[in-house]
């Protein structure tokens, strides 16, 4: 990195390193960070962390950041700290957290290294310094089983980073890399990442599945996340609370609405059925303290197998008819763009309130605003494309709006959007669909929903290099491609005019009276494009604070 960036960076540390020691002297521990039941306070930024696949544990696949005005690359991660190249795995979610309560501004994602004379392809998860690109710990995982593309997840009020490859699911402290609690399950975990909930009060679980393609051994797990405590939580961290056989599995990523907006403590998911037998999958309820029995099960009207994550989406502001619902795509091994299906389940008691066919996918859909809903899928060859859909939500049917496809098309059955603002706009960020089977995406797109696909503007290149499922923190995009972690954006700290290590409206005081470092954008001069940088970043997160479900 150069001077200006290194200086930047440990001009950020140096002033967390402060807000830590007052922390110490106002009586907070941050002696072994981070501290167990205790908070450390830390220069607050407004940010949210993006913890999960899809954003959160809603798998909202929504933003709580604008888009930034300018995507420039701030660095690629392709180097560990002895200078091995990092092959990360195609396709995952990087995990972000922020500096806000566990001080580590940190990216989180999965790869392998060969070191001379060591043997090749060691797999680890890699802590990524979200200032500068650098390596900060590893620590070693399983290899991947059938190439999964499992994502890393963040525990938040814990200060943990999860990540499950090969038969373990691990956790270790988000700071410093220290294993915190692992776990062996029965089978291997393939394409499927975790869940992690905050809000149940010292008994927060964990979620996950493990593989079993063709079969009908697929097991949903329910772990303790929280602290032992003989009368409210009897249970050591990552201990299994209980596990239940939810039948063929494979990439069925677990959601959870929150009680806040209207969740009703229960984790839904999905799984494949039986292919061989022309068994289609299923989408159940469980009661999170209910020991594994469903509180409902549905299967898919279409004879297909759900081989990705389900979504869950409050209900409705204003319509109370309007119930909190799940959303799950299938995946279909014979026919064309319109062979699988898309289905929309009342969340209390699994009532299929409609489906429609859709392209085959394992991405998890998203739903708009104005009941609207977009899904990627479609693979090159087979009968289809890849490609992005559209539909709407009639209440009791759905139609298609617009289907976009082909080789050159955003979308595809690997690729997540990502929803977020653009100035006044809703638009989606989405990688092209890999151009070999288990590649990496090289290509990331704007889509415009407020345009239709034959209207000018409607799909923009954004960046070409990466396009990997991608995560938007602070005013900063990241995705992987073939040279590695890259972050293109703004990054929040450029914005630090005070060198304070916060970033707040006395930055922009000061930028205005011309004290400190002024040029955001690092062009060479400081103007009104670097003003308008700043406010950007300042007000990226405004409209998600005054919302609900961005979480």
């Given at each position: 990195?150069?001077?200006?960036?290194?200086?930047?960076?440990?001009?950020?540390?140096?002033?967390?390193?402060?807000?830590?020691?007052?922390?110490?002297?106002?009586?907070?521990?941050?002696?072994?960070?981070?501290?167990?039941?205790?908070?450390?306070?830390?220069?607050?930024?407004?940010?949210?962390?993006?913890?999960?696949?899809?954003?959160?544990?809603?798998?909202?696949?929504?933003?709580?950041?604008?888009?930034?005005?300018?995507?420039?690359?701030?660095?690629?991660?392709?180097?560990?700290?002895?200078?091995?190249?990092?092959?990360?795995?195609?396709?995952?979610?990087?995990?972000?957290?922020?500096?806000?309560?566990?001080?580590?501004?940190?990216?989180?994602?999965?790869?392998?290294?060969?070191?001379?004379?060591?043997?090749?392809?060691?797999?680890?998860?890699?802590?990524?310094?979200?200032?500068?690109?650098?390596?900060?710990?590893?620590?070693?995982?399983?290899?991947?089983?059938?190439?999964?593309?499992?994502?890393?997840?963040?525990?938040?009020?814990?200060?943990?980073?999860?990540?499950?490859?090969?038969?373990?699911?691990?956790?270790?402290?988000?700071?410093?890399?220290?294993?915190?609690?692992?776990?062996?399950?029965?089978?291997?975990?393939?394409?499927?990442?975790?869940?992690?909930?905050?809000?149940?009060?010292?008994?927060?679980?964990?979620?996950?599945?493990?593989?079993?393609?063709?079969?009908?051994?697929?097991?949903?797990?329910?772990?303790?996340?929280?602290?032992?405590?003989?009368?409210?939580?009897?249970?050591?961290?990552?201990?299994?609370?209980?596990?239940?056989?939810?039948?063929?599995?494979?990439?069925?990523?677990?959601?959870?609405?929150?009680?806040?907006?209207?969740?009703?403590?229960?984790?839904?998911?999905?799984?494949?059925?039986?292919?061989?037998?022309?068994?289609?999958?299923?989408?159940?309820?469980?009661?999170?303290?209910?020991?594994?029995?469903?509180?409902?099960?549905?299967?898919?009207?279409?004879?297909?197998?759900?081989?990705?994550?389900?979504?869950?989406?409050?209900?409705?502001?204003?319509?109370?008819?309007?119930?909190?619902?799940?959303y799950a795509a299938s995946y279909a091994f014979y026919g064309g763009e319109d062979s699988a299906n898309l289905v929309k389940m009342d969340a209390r008691d699994g009532a299929v309130m409609w489906t429609v066919a859709s392209n085959r996918t394992q991405s998890i859909p998203v739903a708009l605003d104005?009941?609207?809903?977009?899904?990627?899928?479609?693979?090159?060859?087979?009968?289809?494309?890849?490609?992005?859909?559209?539909?709407?939500?009639?209440?009791?049917?759905?139609?298609?709006?617009?289907?976009?496809?082909?080789?050159?098309?955003?979308?595809?059955?690997?690729?997540?959007?990502?929803?977020?603002?653009?100035?006044?706009?809703?638009?989606?960020?989405?990688?092209?669909?890999?151009?070999?089977?288990?590649?990496?995406?090289?290509?990331?797109?704007?889509?415009?929903?407020?345009?239709?696909?034959?209207?000018?503007?409607?799909?923009?290149?954004?960046?070409?290099?990466?396009?990997?499922?991608?995560?938007?923190?602070?005013?900063?995009?990241?995705?992987?491609?073939?040279?590695?972690?890259?972050?293109?954006?703004?990054?929040?700290?450029?914005?630090?005019?005070?060198?304070?290590?916060?970033?707040?409206?006395?930055?922009?005081?000061?930028?205005?009276?011309?004290?400190?470092?002024?040029?955001?954008?690092?062009?060479?001069?400081?103007?009104?494009?670097?003003?308008?940088?700043?406010?950007?970043?300042?007000?990226?997160?405004?409209?998600?604070?005054?919302?609900?479900?961005?979480?």
């Open positions: 990195m150069d001077g200006n960036a290194q200086y930047k960076s440990t001009r950020r540390r140096a002033a967390c390193a402060r807000v830590a020691l007052a922390a110490c002297a106002a009586g907070v521990c941050c002696a072994s960070l981070p501290c167990r039941g205790q908070l450390v306070v830390f220069p607050a930024t407004g940010e949210r962390a993006w913890t999960h696949a899809a954003a959160d544990v809603q798998r909202s696949g929504s933003a709580a950041w604008m888009l930034p005005s300018s995507l420039a690359v701030r660095w690629v991660s392709g180097f560990d700290g002895s200078g091995n190249n990092i092959t990360f795995v195609p396709q995952q979610t990087p995990a972000v957290s922020t500096a806000d309560v566990w001080g580590a501004g940190l990216v989180f994602a999965a790869g392998r290294v060969s070191p001379p004379g060591e043997p090749a392809n060691q797999h680890f998860l890699f802590a990524v310094d979200r200032d500068d690109g650098g390596v900060r710990w590893r620590a070693p995982v399983g290899a991947p089983a059938l190439d999964s593309n499992s994502s890393p997840v963040i525990d938040s009020r814990r200060g943990l980073v999860l990540f499950a490859s090969g038969n373990t699911l691990r956790a270790w402290r988000l700071m410093t890399g220290e294993p915190a609690w692992e776990r062996t399950l029965q089978r291997p975990v393939v394409n499927a990442s975790s869940l992690i909930t905050t809000d149940r009060g010292g008994r927060d679980r964990v979620f996950i599945t493990d593989y079993d393609g063709f079969g009908s051994a697929g097991r949903l797990y329910c772990l303790n996340a929280d602290a032992f405590d003989a009368l409210v939580n009897p249970y050591q961290p990552g201990e299994i609370v209980w596990s239940a056989v939810i039948g063929g599995a494979s990439g069925n990523t677990p959601a959870y609405l929150p009680r806040d907006a209207g969740g009703m403590d229960r984790v839904y998911v999905a799984s494949a059925g039986r292919f061989s037998l022309g068994v289609p999958g299923s989408v159940r309820a469980y009661a999170i303290d209910g020991a594994g029995v469903p509180v409902w099960e549905r299967v898919n009207p279409q004879p297909h197998g759900f081989y990705g994550g389900v979504a869950v989406a409050p209900r409705e502001t204003g319509d109370p008819g309007r119930p909190a619902a799940v104005a009941g609207r809903v977009v899904l990627a899928g479609g693979i090159n060859g087979f009968g289809t494309s890849p490609g992005l859909e559209l539909f709407e939500d009639h209440g009791t049917h759905a139609s298609l709006v617009w289907r976009l496809t082909g080789v050159e098309a955003p979308g595809g059955w690997t690729s997540q959007p990502l929803r977020t603002r653009d100035g006044g706009r809703d638009v989606l960020v989405v990688g092209a669909a890999p151009g070999v089977s288990g590649g990496v995406s090289t290509r990331l797109f704007l889509v415009d929903l407020t345009l239709h696909p034959e209207e000018e503007g409607f799909v923009r290149l954004l960046s070409e290099g990466a396009g990997s499922p991608a995560a938007l923190v602070g005013g900063a995009l990241y995705s992987i491609g073939p040279g590695g972690l890259r972050a293109m954006g703004l990054l929040r700290t450029e914005c630090d005019v005070s060198g304070d290590g916060a970033v707040t409206l006395d930055d922009l005081h000061a930028w205005e009276q011309g004290v400190g470092e002024r040029d955001i954008n690092s062009d060479g001069s400081a103007d009104s494009e670097d003003r308008a940088a700043m406010i950007r970043v300042l007000r990226a997160g405004e409209r998600a604070l005054l919302t609900e479900g961005r979480r």
